[in-house]
């Protein structure tokens, strides 16, 4: 978790059709992901993918390299993004 004096908690919603996937990336703090709709599939560094279905949390932990898929061909997925940050620390950091 964040240390410093001044935090912000950031609640996000995100929306991927099928097929989509996040960049490659990274977070610096620990981010939970509710499913609302569908299935979410983490595939962080290192470990076995993660599926999410709708109705189920997930903490992302910091400073692992990850990708978040809907793998459905047909069926979207929606979720919401919770976040505690130092202010000013960008949500995610693409990693090439």
């Known amino acids: 978790m964040p240390k410093g004096d001044t935090q912000e908690v950031r609640v ?3 929306a991927f ?3 989509d996937k996040t960049v ?3 977070h610096r ?6 499913v609302l709709e569908g299935q979410f599939t983490l595939d962080l560094d290192g470990r076995a ?5 709708a109705g189920q949390a997930f903490v992302e932990p910091p ?3 990850m990708t978040g898929y809907n793998k459905s061909a047909t069926d979207p997925l929606r979720v919401v993004i919770f976040y ?8 995610l950091e693409p990693v090439r």
């Open 12 to 14: 996000l919603t995100a």
């Open 17 to 19: 059709k099928p097929g």
């Open 24 to 26: 490659f990336h990274t």
């Open 29 to 34: 703090s620990p981010v939970t992901v509710y």
């Open 49 to 53: 993918p993660v599926v999410v279905s």
């Open 63 to 65: 400073n692992v390299k």
């Open 84 to 91: 505690v940050s130092e202010v000013d620390t960008p949500f």
